[in-house]
């Protein structure tokens, strides 16, 4: 972002999508969504078999409802919460107070730390419960590969948010200098237009 404040581009600068779509953290952003979208989309759709002399469906991790439960649930809020974050970050330019910035890169940091960690315990919660499923319960083997994917992209998850986590961090401490100098320096001119 050249010729922008610390932490984000000029305030008040009009919006231009090809710049925020370039976006390291845009970038991860819409990464993060797409695998909420395969693990929640994988269970939804093939996460629930039965035997051949039952008519109710079972989870497939073990018949354990809470496995399939907590990818679906999981998915889902990660889901809208990549949305509302990247709605924050095409607004984020358009905030001009230092210290709402801060406020908006905070919240980044603590969902992105939050979700890294849930989809750490999504991924191991899952992988144990498909590790002691029983061959007899799904002879066929269906949906094997749509719970392997929800496994690999539950994985792959704990990497984005964790990375998002990082860039917050780095957006932070931008901003912390700012205000920073904002405070050593009152009366020189303000390093946001």
């Known amino acids: 972002m050249d010729g922008g404040a610390f932490g984000a581009g000029k305030a008040g600068g009009a919006f ?3 710049a925020f779509v370039r976006q390291p953290h845009t970038l991860l952003r819409m990464l993060s969504w ?3 979208i395969v693990v929640f989309g994988s269970i939804v759709n093939e996460g629930y078999v039965n035997r051949l002399d039952e008519t109710q469906e079972h989870c497939i991790f073990n018949r354990n409802r809470n496995a399939c439960n907590y990818g679906i649930t999981v998915g889902v809020l990660a889901f809208l919460s990549c949305l509302l974050y990247l709605a924050l970050d095409a607004y984020f330019p358009q905030i001009s107070s230092v210290k709402d910035r801060k406020k908006a890169v905070l919240s980044d940091i603590g969902v992105s730390a939050f ?7 999504g991924f191991c919660f899952l992988t144990n419960q498909w590790q002691v499923s029983k061959e007899e319960d799904n002879p066929m083997n ?11 992209f539950s994985f792959f998850s704990i990497f984005t948010w964790g990375a998002l986590t990082f860039l917050a961090f780095r957006r932070l401490r931008d901003i ?10 009152p009366n020189s001119p303000s390093l946001l237009p």
Request: aromatic share 24%.
């Open 16 to 18: 231009d999508p090809h």
């Open 34 to 36: 797409l695998f909420s």
């Open 115 to 121: 979700w890294a960690f849930l989809w750490f315990v």
């Open 142 to 152: 269906e949906g094997g590969d749509a719970a392997r994917a929800a496994i690999t």
């Open 176 to 185: 912390t200098f700012q205000e920073e100098y904002n405070t050593l320096f």
